[in-house]
């Protein structure tokens, strides 16, 4: 079974830095795309960036040259967040479709990570 297990969320003062990492186990399979999604108290979850097996990224323009997505390796990614806001504050998810061999994409999430993000 595919899981998502994120890490390195926590509260920080605005301006300030961190970075969340994603880490895809659960057997044989291939990732067409993987990145992050969050949700805000009240809010709809939305992408925040998502980066796929062509090397193509998309990134929200809330984040654009603040938020970088990298792959490190073929089943991990991370977010480096910089120059953090108040409203940058929510619940971040690592987000992948996955396919393994024979099958088609499903769409897997991780538990959430809480970012706090303090004025």
């Known amino acids: 079974q595919v899981q998502l297990v994120e890490s390195g969320g926590g509260l920080v003062q605005a301006g300030g830095s961190l970075r969340l990492s994603c880490v895809a186990s659960?057997?044989?399979?291939?990732?067409?795309?993987m990145g992050w999604y969050r949700q805000a108290p009240g809010k709809q979850r939305e992408s925040v960036a998502v980066?796929?097996?062509?090397?193509?990224t998309n990134i929200a323009d809330s984040v654009k040259d603040r938020f970088f997505i990298s792959r490190d390796a073929v089943k991990n990614t991370a977010l480096q967040m910089n120059n953090l806001k108040p409203e940058d504050t929510a619940v971040y998810y690592c987000y992948a479709k996955i396919r393994r061999i024979g099958d088609r994409n499903y769409d897997y999430w991780g538990q959430g990570t809480q970012v706090t993000v303090s004025s």
């Open positions: 659960g057997g044989a399979f291939m990732i067409n795309a």
């Open positions: 980066m796929t097996s062509g090397g193509t």
